[in-house]
């Protein structure tokens, strides 16, 4: 099975950059101007989006590297820079005991996509 290259566990359940993006982005510009969420979130994640590995994502077909596990901690990282205090719903909205329940974020993720 093909492995994360961030935290090298195996990737499950593959949801690209892009389609948790979408997400995300989403979530997001409800909180800035739409243009400067997606901007910013992008400046953030363009080397994720970059990574192509053996994975494909289940929604989308795209070559993958990076899980979303490692992929919503980048993102509450920049958040916990930018902007604590988003931290809370960023946390609660995309379920963010993932090592813990990996079930349950996915399927937040997934709802929020398709
Ligand atoms: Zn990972
Ligand atoms: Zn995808």
Redesign the pocket.
Same mark, same amino acid.
């Not at 492995?3 to 566990?9: G, M, Q």
């Not at 990076?66 to 992929?71: D, E, L, N, Q, R």
């Given at each position: 099975m093909p492995?994360?290259?961030?935290?090298?566990?195996t990737?499950t359940q593959p949801l690209c950059a892009v389609c948790m993006e979408q997400s995300i982005a989403a979530w997001l510009q409800e909180k800035l101007p739409p243009e400067e969420a997606l901007a910013q979130l992008r400046d953030e994640t363009v080397a994720i989006h970059d990574e192509r590995g053996l994975t494909t994502c289940i929604r989308c077909n795209q070559h993958m590297a990076?899980?979303? +596990?490692? +992929?919503l901690?980048h993102i509450k990282r920049w958040l916990t820079q930018a902007f604590p205090e988003f931290v809370p719903e960023f946390t609660m909205f995309f379920g963010f005991d993932m090592h813990v329940e990996p079930e349950l974020p996915m399927r937040g993720l997934i709802a929020g996509v398709v």
């Open positions: 492995a994360c290259i961030v935290c090298e566990d990737i990076v899980c979303s +596990y490692c +992929y901690d």
